[in-house]
């Protein structure tokens, strides 16, 4: 990051920002390429396989995608996302990919610095965001190629990083090095701040008199803390005509609301497992002999932490609310080629429980059981299907059922931005109402939000939201007064 865009930015300057992302995970730099000047173009040479697409495509030769109609460029394509922009946009980058083919993007890259929109990324960790905090030896559940971003393939990168693909799988750990690496490659760390907290995001307010100030759109002020190399933190304000939120829903664990839930052996983040095994096999307290983890949920994440646990031989008592047959689960969501590994927990999950022999020695499930209380002598309390009362002793409590977008620093903490106010915000259930071509907020002009806070939940189709947002900005840009 350079020290001038640090500097505006703490500052606390008067002049306008064009646009101010917050959050740099695969969104964010996605945007930020876009918004770099880097232009998307069709190959003359290519052919797309949809013919729809390919005809649509031949119509407008020469014209780059992000001025061309996403509209009506996007009718017409089915996939694995609701998102007709980000089904487009998957489908230029890899043809093929859900037929299990591996044609070559149709797309070619101009930078054309002349159409790019400064802007800044703040971000609480290093470029790539939650991948940061991830526990590194972690399988990533989508394959290697679709965690790509644009003009850089993934699986190229680890190719050449001599990092190797697992069932065309790649780690949490080189994913994060590769959004990192993406962003020095692609000439954007002068745009990316990291440190940085945002804790207010006002709008509506007076349009600031400083020079810069332009235009009747409405201001954002975004405001918050910097924390510098020794640690302190420096408070900055800044003004910006545009604000796009790509935080993620990883910044606050969903609980389960039960007493004793505060209780300092109880923890709702995956990485407290490896933690408390570090710290508590020196003091003998997680040892294969000792009381089980007890771990909460039947996502992936408890999944993980179930595999984890097994592979350091820590007792496991897995409990879950749904039968081990509910056809919501994820597991029945997933190729069972791809992911073998997933496919044994739900294996476990549905032969072991208290009730029947033990198959798998130091694992235990308990299906259709809901936590009722934690208590301070590390033992907890479970209702089961038929209303009766179960009590285990645990050496350490994982709730991992889930996460919800922390926009607190939004009014009303972005509430009456969702599909439904009346509903809590939830990525999978009400994410922010978002125009579907622009993902531009339609509830607040100049407010976008991509990624799963728009309800896009895998990488591949994130970058669609991030070519809708550099399409509108852009467009905005063309229709201002010289």
Known sequence: M?????????????????????????????????LSGHIPYVRPDAVH????????????????????????????????????????????????TDVGGNLESVLTWRQEKHRAIPHVVLGRNLPGGAWHSIEGSMVTLSQGQWMGLPDLQ???????????????????????????????????????????????????APEPSG??????????????????????????????HHVVLATGTFDSPARLGIPGEDLP???????????????????????????????????????????????????????????????????????????????????MMREQSFLSPSPYRGYHSLPEHRPLLFKEDSQAVFQDAQGGQQVFGVSLVLVLIGSHPDLSFLPGAGADLAM??????SAKRNPIDVDPFTYQSTRQEGLYAVGPLAGDNFVRFVQGGALAVASSLLRKETRKPP
């Open 420 to 425: 439904d106010p009346e509903q809590p915000l």
């Open 154 to 204: 993934a699986q190229d990168w680890l190719q050449k990083k001599r990092r190797g693909l697992r069932n065309n799988r790649a780690t949490a750990g080189d994913i994060a090095r590769y959004y990192r690496d993406y962003v020095v490659k692609k000439g954007l760390s002068h745009n990316f701040i990291s440190g940085a907290v945002v804790t207010n995001v006002q709008w509506g």
């Open 211 to 240: 020079p810069g100030a332009q235009g009747p759109s409405p201001l954002f002020q975004v405001s918050g803390f910097l924390t510098t190399k020794d640690q302190s933190q420096r408070p900055f304000s800044l003004w910006t």
């Open 2 to 34: 350079s020290s001038s865009k640090r500097d505006h930015v703490s500052a606390s300057s008067l002049e306008p920002l064009p646009v101010t992302i917050i959050g740099n995970g695969p969104s964010g730099i996605c945007l930020s390429y876009l």
């Open 265 to 347: 052996f109880v923890h709702h983040d995956p990485s407290a497992l490896e933690a408390a095994r570090e710290a508590a096999m020196r003091e003998g307290v997680v040892t294969p002999a000792s009381d089980p983890v007890l771990i909460v949920g039947a996502g992936l994440s408890a999944a993980d932490a179930v595999l984890f646990a097994r592979h350091y031989n820590i007792p496991v008592v897995h409990a879950f609310r749904r039968p081990v047959d509910d056809p919501g689960l994820v597991f029945n969501q997933l190729p069972k080629m791809l992911y073998p590994e997933y496919h044994k927990v739900h294996q």
């Open 49 to 96: 396989p949809h013919p729809l697409l390919q005809r649509k495509l031949a119509e407008a030769p020469g014209v780059s995608i992000l001025d061309q109609d996403l509209d009506y460029l996007s009718e017409g394509l089915e996939g694995r996302c609701q998102s007709p922009v980000a089904l487009l946009f998957d489908a230029l980058l890899r043809p093929d």
